[in-house]
């Protein structure tokens, strides 16, 4: 269960922060929304997930899952583009969330 709150948690934030680009600003209300009522609800579910996941796992996984699927909403969503090097940092991040992950479990 706790991964699942995590789970819910990356897709909460992932909202939020996809719904940023569509607020102009802050200056459009329901995309506003959006952004506030995600992120409250993403640091709520992640809250709970820590009582039962380590905290260094738990935020590895959160934003770096965060951070690889904002990136790819941004291509496809938004037309944004990725080169080699953006790719690499990506799986860079990937890489060490799974580092940190195997290291949590011992």
Same mark, same amino acid.
């Given at each position: 269960?706790? /991964?699942?709150?995590?789970? !819910?948690?990356?897709? =909460?934030? @992932?909202?939020?922060? =996809?719904?940023l680009k569509l607020t102009e600003? #802050?200056?459009? %209300?329901?995309?506003? &929304?959006?952004?506030?009522?995600? /992120?409250? !609800?993403? #640091? &709520? %579910?992640?809250?709970?997930? !820590?009582?039962?996941?380590? @905290?260094?796992?738990a935020y590895a996984v959160w934003s770096g899952a965060g951070t690889a699927a904002v990136a790819g909403i941004g291509v496809i969503a938004f037309g944004e583009s990725l080169g080699r090097l953006q790719l690499a940092g990506i799986a860079l991040i990937i890489v060490g969330v799974v580092v940190l992950n195997l290291r949590g479990s011992h």
């Open positions: 269960m706790p /991964y699942v709150l995590l789970a !819910l948690a990356i897709l =909460s934030e @992932v909202c939020a922060t =996809s719904c600003g #802050f200056s459009r %209300l329901w995309p506003s &929304v959006g952004v506030a009522i995600g /992120y409250v !609800l993403s #640091f &709520v %579910l992640l809250g709970r997930a !820590l009582k039962h996941i380590p @905290v260094s796992v």
